[in-house]
């Protein structure tokens, strides 16, 4: 079993950051691919970024490319979004995903592939 718990949310203005953690417990976090999403009420959850178990494979939604930075402390068995440049579009809770079976070089940008997934975090950019 792996516990995630997201934290790091919160209100900020259009152009602003913020940093999203999520901390995870639990059996081989140091090689499970870790993924953000996230979902804009009505809307379906949506891939924003993964990165794989090594730590050296990452991947982002066009959408977020440039502007968030996914990265991992396997030490503190922790994983990281760094979201800048926020739009109101990026409005939505954010939630940390955990795949423990994925290869440890990729991570995948399926909701399907995730087995463990945290209770999210809000997000809401005004404009």
């Known amino acids: 079993q792996v516990q995630l718990v997201e934290s790091g949310g919160g209100l900020v203005q259009a152009g602003g950051s913020l940093r999203l953690s999520c901390a995870a417990s639990?059996?081989?976090?140091?090689?499970?691919?870790m993924g953000w999403f996230r979902q804009a009420p009505g809307k379906e959850r949506e891939f924003v970024a993964g990165?794989?178990?090594?730590?050296?494979?990452?991947s982002y939604a066009d959408s977020v490319k440039g502007r968030f930075s996914i990265s991992r402390d396997n030490a503190k068995n922790t994983v990281y979004l760094q979201v800048n440049s926020l739009k109101p579009e990026d409005t939505a809770v954010y939630y940390c995903?955990?795949?423990?079976?994925?290869?440890?070089?990729?991570?995948?940008?399926?909701?399907?592939?995730?087995?463990?997934w945290g209770q999210g975090t809000q997000v809401t950019v005004s404009s």
């Open positions: 639990g059996r081989t976090f140091s090689s499970a691919a």
């Open positions: 995903a955990a795949d423990p079976d994925a290869n440890y070089y990729l991570a995948s940008r399926s909701r399907a592939a995730y087995d463990y």
């Open positions: 990165i794989s178990g090594s730590g050296i494979s990452t």
